[in-house]
């Protein structure tokens, strides 16, 4: 199976878009509802999270994993992938790619949890070698509960867009990286007041056409994934919500299951 994580459920945007671009292969997913979020926490937590994470979809039957989540892939990846016994990707390095790519005055915005901003990745990453790019970062906490609350598309949620990404406007980026799992949901707004020319990175996007490649080149590991719809999405904790945002999101009818990992 083609194993996916997040701290909750905003992974389904990811999820989403394996649907789309790897339509044949049975996905499970692991959504920690019970300890999300994670983009307020410790790097020491979310890298204990993140392994547990990890290592349960690997039990699942996972052969590649993807880790949805932005705020664990900035943090915690390389100790994943020294841990886990099979290819894992992220979100960072594939969004990084593209945006490097299409950048026309290298001026790039990264919008994101605060542990993902906080822990400087995307920095460290674009500044490797002379890259001349001009760089600016901004967290966003509030996005995450106004998605979950379904507030896509409300003047308070276009109020605080407006906010947050004034900053980056004054500095003229060119290309931003929607470096949340909950921010493509309201790209439309991000869109909006960042202004029409940006050029915005959906990385779920960019992630699943990266693991895409590799199946195709790596036949080994693709024939070990089961080709049906017999999809598996477990999540620590279960509210009436969480079904509803399932079947909303992938406009599909799943049955969620509840597994705890304390
Ligand atoms: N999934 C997280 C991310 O993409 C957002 C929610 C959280 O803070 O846990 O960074």
């Not at 080994?220 to 509210?239: G, P, T």
Request: proline residues 5%.
């Amino acid at each position: 199976m083609i194993g996916i994580f997040d701290s909750g459920i905003g992974g389904l945007t990811v999820v989403k878009e394996v649907f789309r671009q790897l339509p044949d292969y049975r996905v499970v997913y692991f959504g920690d509802t019970a300890r999300t979020p994670y983009g307020t926490k410790s790097p020491e937590t979310i890298t204990k999270y993140a392994l547990q994470d990890a290592k349960f979809l690997v039990e699942q039957g996972a052969k590649v994993i993807v880790i949805a989540c932005h705020t664990a892939s900035s943090v915690a990846a390389d100790e994943i992938k020294k841990q886990i016994p099979i290819p894992v990707f992220e979100v960072v390095s594939p969004a990084i790619a593209k945006a490097k790519q299409i950048t026309k005055h290298k001026r790039l915005g990264i919008i994101g949890t605060r542990a993902t901003i906080n822990s400087e990745i995307y920095q460290d990453r674009l500044n490797q070698g002379d890259s001349g790019l001009v760089i600016k970062t901004q967290a966003c906490p509030l996005f995450v509960s106004l998605v979950e609350e379904g507030w896509l598309d409300k003047s308070e949620t276009k109020t605080i867009a407006k906010k947050y990404l004034f900053p980056l406007k004054r500095e003229k980026v060119d290309t931003l990286i929607l470096a949340c799992t909950h921010y493509p949901l309201i790209r439309e707004v991000i869109q909006q007041k960042i202004g029409k020319k940006v050029m915005i990175v959906d990385p779920a996007v960019e992630v699943v056409a990266k693991m895409r490649e590799f199946l195709k080149h790596q036949p080994e590991i693709e024939h070990q994934l089961i080709r049906d719809a017999d999809h598996k999405f477990f999540f620590s904790d279960v509210v009436d919500k969480t079904q509803y945002i399932v079947r909303e999101w992938l406009e599909r009818p799943i049955k969620v299951e509840k597994h705890s990992l304390e």
